[in-house]
């Protein structure tokens, strides 16, 4: 049974602020370079990960990438950009067939996150 999806971050103060302030994810326990955040996202702290594997992270790998849905996604993009944050894209807002609008974009450590807007079945 999965529990929870850890990513690996620079700065855990400033990964907390990202994800509470655009996708409105709330601390559960903090403990040690380690923070489980709500809907099950843990961030470890770059530190922690290399002395436990003797292993550095790569920013920017696109290995794998978080996704999230939002109604409002023009108002995450202005939170984003908002000048609190490094912005990068991978892919720009763009509007797919069916009507649902996407983006990706990366979060202060390098990791690529995907929004989408809900699917609707109209």
């Given at each position: 049974?999965?529990?929870?999806?850890?990513?690996?971050?620079?700065?855990?103060?400033?990964?907390?602020?990202?994800?509470?302030?655009?996708?409105?994810?709330?601390?559960?326990?903090?403990?040690?370079?380690n923070v489980i955040l709500s809907e099950g996202l843990v961030l470890q702290d770059a530190d922690v990960w290399g002395k436990t594997l003797n292993e550095t992270s790569t920013p920017f790998n696109n290995m794998m990438e978080l996704y999230f849905e939002d109604f409002d996604i023009d108002g995450?993009?202005?939170?984003?950009?908002?000048g609190k944050y490094f912005v990068r894209y991978a892919t720009e807002l763009t509007e797919l067939a069916g009507g649902q609008m996407l983006v990706r974009l990366y979060d202060p450590s390098g990791n690529l996150i995907e929004v989408r807007t809900p699917f609707s079945c109209n």
């Amino acid at each position: 049974m999965l529990k929870n999806v850890l990513i690996v971050v620079d700065d855990i103060e400033k990964s907390i602020e990202f994800y509470k302030d655009l996708f409105g994810l709330q601390v559960i326990l903090q403990n040690e370079g380690n923070v489980i955040l709500s809907e099950g996202l843990v961030l470890q702290d770059a530190d922690v990960w290399g002395k436990t594997l003797n292993e550095t992270s790569t920013p920017f790998n696109n290995m794998m990438e978080l996704y999230f849905e939002d109604f409002d996604i023009d108002g995450l993009l202005a939170k984003y950009e908002s000048g609190k944050y490094f912005v990068r894209y991978a892919t720009e807002l763009t509007e797919l067939a069916g009507g649902q609008m996407l983006v990706r974009l990366y979060d202060p450590s390098g990791n690529l996150i995907e929004v989408r807007t809900p699917f609707s079945c109209n």
